[in-house]
């Protein structure tokens, strides 16, 4: 049964002498699987658009996205992985970049095995690595259909935002803090709220703590928060991190309080 979609653009046919370069460039044997799929469809997007990971994303769901399969041409699909790896900062060797959009990618890992590579998931911003599964045959076995949400939007209760930001899983705590942030009905003067915060900044990753802050910062404009304890705290956070995004948003803050008074 074909993974393609069947409305997608059909690029051009998967040539052998393309496989050759491919193999030759990065000194490998790619795998049979991904190049019997190739073969009906050189690149594209796919039926499905997730796959099933032991791991959980920034929503904390055991999934990542996957809608797409790079192909193979020359300076493109896969043979564009020596210059997305230095576009977005990928340092780690012996892999291919099979799909991805920048902020994530999947690729063929050949560390351990040059007979057979694993397939893992790297997530740029994050600067975390992931093993998906053991081959190519058995990511094509986690591939599934996301639900569609578009027509029963779920608004969380303020249980369920408290019981996130209480939560022992750092992806729940920043979603909280988020979702806590930019609910303007519930109350800010909260030490569940400033505890949470905390260890968003203690335990989170970067993207984390920028999304949280960001959202601190939005809030502060259109004077939907005014806790002065929360707006402390989060300056106090800001003044202890030494990376210039931070330092940027602190004197963002402290302007917009500063043209307030």
Known sequence: MSIWE?????PNRLTQKNIELAEKTFGVTLPKSYLKV????????????AVHVDFVNDDGEGFILFDSLYGIEPDDGILATEYLKEE??????????IAGDGHSFTALDYEMNLASPEVIH??????DVHKICDEFDSLMDLMFTLEDDDDEIHIPTHEE?????????????????????QDFS??????????????VFDEGTEHQK?????????????????SQTLIDLCLTLLRKETDLDFQIYKEMIEENLADKK
């Open 210 to 226: 920028i999304t949280v802050v960001n959202a601190m910062r939005m809030e502060i404009e259109n004077d939907t928060i005014t």
């Open 88 to 97: 977005w900062g990928i340092t780690k060797d012996n892999i291919i970049l």
């Open 186 to 199: 519930m109350v800010k003067e909260d030490h569940l709220l400033y505890k949470a915060f905390v260890k």
């Open 161 to 181: 935002i408290r019981a996130w930001a209480s939560s022992a899983n750092i992806n729940e705590v920043a979603n909280g803090v988020y979702t806590w942030i």
């Open 122 to 127: 790297i997530d740029t911003e994050r600067d």
């Open 38 to 49: 190739l073969k009906e469809q050189n690149g594209g997007y796919l039926k499905t658009d």
């Open 6 to 10: 069947k409305d997608s653009d059909k």
